[in-house]
C-alpha cells in the first residue's frame, strides 16, 4: 500500500477519472460529492477513519461515479487494482465481508432514493442531522451530541434544498431548544426527541385525536399534508394553514 496525504477540500479524484485503486481513510474524512454541469452539488455521504472508497470502479473498471473531496486533512492508504484482487483471491473471507458492506451501502443509497422522494425538507433535514451525529457526533456527559465540521451549506447539498431552507428548520428546532448552532457546529441538545421526528407518526405537539385522524391528516414529515394540508413545506402558506380545520401540530404556529 502507499500512503498519501490530502490538505482540506483538496480533491481526492474526480467524477470519471479511470479507477485504478482502492482508498483507505487512515486518518480524517473525505466526502462524496456529485456535480452538475451548472456547478451545484450534492453530497452523497462521508468516509472517516477505518472506512474505505472508491471499491466501485476498483471492482468494474469503471470511471469515477462521483468527486472525492477532503473535509479536512487526511491520510490515505492506496491499494492498487492488481494488488487488491490478489489479495481478495487468497483471503475469500475477506471477499465476504466487502460484500456485506456494499450491501450496506446499497441500502444506503435506496433509503437516499427513497428520503428525496417521499420526505419534505425538514425531514430531510433531521435525518441528515441525525446521521451525523451518528457519524462524528461527539457525545457529552449530559448527553447532548456535537457534530463539528457542519455548516449549514453542507446540510443543503445533502438533503437536496436551498441554503434558506435548511436554515429555517435549524431555527426552528433552535427555537424549541432542541439543538443549539455555533460556527461551524451543530449541537443535538435532545437528540431523542430529535429522532421522534422521524420515527414516530404523531406529531410533537400534537394530540391523540391527532394520532387517530385519516390518512389525510398523517405526520407532516414523513408524509406531507394532502388535500387541504398541501400547504405545509417550506413554502407555507398562511391564509391556507387557517383554514386547517383540526388546528393539527404543524398549523399551531399561527
Known amino acids: 500500500m502507499v500512503r498519501r496525504t490530502f490538505r482540506k477540500n483538496e480533491v481526492v479524484f474526480h467524477e470519471g477519472d479511470q479507477g485504478t485503486?482502492?482508498?483507505?481513510?487512515?486518518?480524517?474524512?473525505?466526502?462524496?460529492?456529485?456535480?452538475?454541469?451548472?456547478?451545484?452539488?450534492?453530497i452523497l455521504g462521508f468516509r472517516?477513519?477505518?472506512?474505505?472508497?472508491g471499491e466501485m470502479a476498483l471492482l468494474d473498471g469503471e470511471p469515477r461515479s462521483a468527486n472525492v473531496i477532503a473535509t479536512e486533512p487526511c491520510e490515505v492508504l492506496i491499494l492498487r487494482r492488481d494488488d487488491f484482487l490478489r489479495f481478495i483471491a487468497e483471503h475469500p473471507n475477506?471477499?465476504?465481508?466487502?460484500?456485506?458492506?456494499?450491501?450496506?451501502?446499497?441500502?444506503s443509497t435506496t433509503r437516499l432514493v427513497h428520503d428525496a422522494s417521499f420526505l419534505n425538507i425538514r425531514a430531510r433535514v433531521v435525518r441528515a442531522i441525525l446521521d451525523l451525529a451518528s457519524l462524528r457526533g461527539i457525545l457529552g456527559v449530559d448527553g447532548e451530541i456535537s457534530?463539528?465540521?457542519?455548516?449549514?451549506?453542507?446540510?443543503?447539498?445533502?438533503?437536496?434544498?436551498?441554503?434558506?431552507?435548511?436554515?429555517?428548520?435549524?431555527k426552528y428546532y433552535e427555537r424549541l431548544s432542541v439543538l443549539t448552532l455555533t460556527r461551524g457546529r451543530v449541537i443535538v441538545k435532545r437528540p431523542q426527541r430529535l429522532r421522534q421526528e422521524i420515527y414516530q407518526e404523531q406529531p410533537w405537539a400534537g394530540s391523540a385525536r391527532h394520532e387517530r385522524s385519516s390518512d389525510r391528516h398523517r405526520h407532516p414529515l414523513v408524509h406531507g399534508h394532502q388535500g387541504q394540508h398541501a400547504h405545509v413545506g417550506a413554502g407555507?402558506?398562511?391564509?391556507?394553514?387557517?383554514?386547517?380545520?383540526?388546528?393539527?401540530?404543524c398549523c399551531r404556529r399561527d
Open 21 to 42: 485503486s482502492l482508498f483507505v481513510v487512515e486518518r480524517g474524512e473525505v466526502k462524496i460529492v456529485l456535480r452538475s454541469a451548472e456547478g451545484k452539488e450534492a
Open 48 to 53: 472517516a477513519a477505518g472506512d474505505f472508497f
Open 94 to 107: 475477506v471477499a465476504v465481508g466487502l460484500l456485506a458492506i456494499l450491501s450496506q451501502r446499497l441500502r
Open 147 to 170: 457534530i463539528p465540521r457542519l455548516t449549514q451549506e453542507d446540510l443543503a447539498q445533502m438533503v437536496g434544498a436551498t441554503r434558506e431552507s435548511v436554515n429555517k428548520w435549524l
Open 236 to 249: 407555507s402558506n398562511i391564509d391556507a394553514r387557517r383554514r386547517c380545520q383540526t388546528r393539527c401540530a
